[in-house]
Structure formats: structure tokens, C-alpha cells
């Protein structure tokens, strides 16, 4: 088999993005789960923003000259995020995936990040063990939760949209819940306009991205996510991620009409720190 492996370039975007659809969809057809992306335009879309940003590190594989997968090393935070990692369905099952993986581990060693995460579909053997077997730890196991909005306000807690001068705020409650900022990611989103915090007793006490599958939380309490998540219009892709381990939070969703799309699990690589606090991760991490 004569693969190489070479840095991912925007012009990579339109076949990479294309073989990313095929791949999330047939993996999740093949157990009656709807795809992750509608059309192969949102992968196309993802792709083609993340192969222009400085901030994420791409690799691509050729099988005798022709794209077969991708995988991207998310570099915004000073924890790393693996994904997504795609192998064209007709060459799976012959290391290439496995290759990929390796790439950007080297990647992360050569740029000093204490540890490495990702998420992936609980219903994907393949998947599960190819990243066990490189090392990887089983941190939580998730469920994607999608409906209609809540519209549920929370007294004493209050929603806004995120603004340049709270970064320092909402990095100071990620570190006490997670022990690290995820700044790079918080700046995008708040330039965007994307990202929410939500005030209690005067201050920050926790924030979102964005409500969705691309988006993360943290609060310091579970107040704080049930105040973002009910204030939330939309819940973005397939939906948000929710630790089922946060039994409490869980119901309250459910409670409210939300329903669970698909399991997933995060997993981690490297350094980990138990969170102490209210979250919800990224399909990143
Ligand atoms: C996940 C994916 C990237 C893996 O790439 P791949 O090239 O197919 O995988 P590889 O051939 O490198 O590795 C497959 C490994 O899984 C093992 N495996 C497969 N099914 C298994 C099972 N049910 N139980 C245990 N091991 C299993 C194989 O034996 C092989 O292990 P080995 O390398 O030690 O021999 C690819 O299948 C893909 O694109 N899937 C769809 C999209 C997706 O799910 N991406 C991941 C998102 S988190």
C-alpha cells in the first residue's frame, strides 16, 4: 500500500469534506443513526474554515496519489483536540486511521501539549478501539441532546451574549472547572458572536460558546447550564453533549422535552484533570 501522509492545504477542503460526509454517514446508517451532517456542504464548510485557520494543524492521506482521510489537531487551547479524523469507507480497516492518529500525536509532542482529547460515536467499535489501543482513556460517556428551546429562565441567573471584556471572567471559571483555559476557542466564538455568559451575584459564574455540537460550557454549578441551555434558541448540528454522569442535569433536560440523539464518549490522551464543576464538551472535547 503506497500511503503518504502530508500537511492539509485549504484547496483539500472540497474532497476531504466529501469524504468526510461519506464516512460519518455510512458509519452511522450502517446502525440506524442519522448522519452527523445533513450534506456533505457542512463538512465541506468546516473543513475549508479549519484549513484556513493558524490555529488548527492539518494531515491528509494520498493512496497512490489520491485523498483517502484526513485528521486535524485542534492547537487554540493549551489542551489539544483531535478531530475530525475520516478514512475514505472504501480503505478502511488498513491502518490509515490509525496513521492519522499518529501524525498528530507527533504533532502534539513536538508542540509540548500536556494532553490530547476527543469524542467519538458510542456506537462505533472501530473507532473506540483504535483510539484505546493507542493509549487513549475513557473519560465520560455523553449523550447528544437535541429539541425544541427550552425557553426556561432560571431566577437570579441571567443570559447575555458574550463580549471581548469577559474572557478573562470566563477563563477563570474554565480553569476552576477544568483546571485550564480554553481561550483560543472562547475568543473565535465571541468573535463570532457566538458565546453567552450567564451572571450570578453580579458576576461570571459560567459560560458557553455556543449551545451545540462544535460548542462547549462550563459553569460552576449545574445552575449555570440549565440557565444557558434553557435560554438557548437553537441547539446547534446534531446537538450538544451532556455527561450522563451529571445524573441531575440530565433529567432536568429530559424533563423538559429534550431527546437523545446519539451516545458518544470523551476520551483523553496525556494529562486530565476530573472536572470540578458543571460542563458540557465539544464534539472536540
Ligand atoms: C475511525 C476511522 C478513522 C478509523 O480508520 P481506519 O483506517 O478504518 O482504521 P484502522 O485500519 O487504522 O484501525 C482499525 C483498528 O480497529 C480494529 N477494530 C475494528 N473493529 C473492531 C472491533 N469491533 N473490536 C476491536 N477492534 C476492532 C482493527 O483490528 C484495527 O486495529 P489494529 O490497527 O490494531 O489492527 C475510520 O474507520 C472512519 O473514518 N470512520 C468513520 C468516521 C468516524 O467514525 N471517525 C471517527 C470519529 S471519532
Redesign the pocket.
Known sequence: MNLTLRRGKPDDAQVCGAICYE??K??AEAHHFAPDFPSADVPVELLTWMLGHAGFYAVVAELGGKLV?SNFLDERNCIAGV?????DPTV?????????MEDVHHRAAQKNFPGVR????GY????L??YA?LGYDIREPLACLQGPAINDVMVGYRVRPAAPGDLEDCNRVCRQVHGHDRNGELLDAVRQGAASVVEHDGRVTGYATTLGFFGHAVGESNSELQALIGAAQTFAGPGFLLPIRNAKLFRWCLQRGLRVTQPMTLMSLGLYNEPAGAFLPSVAY
Open positions: 464516512a460519518f455510512t458509519i482521510g478531530g475530525p479524523i475520516t478514512v478502511q480497516n488498513k491502518t490509515i486511521g490509525r496513521q492519522l476527543l469524542v467519538q460515536a462505533h467499535m472501530r473507532s478501539s483504535v489501543k
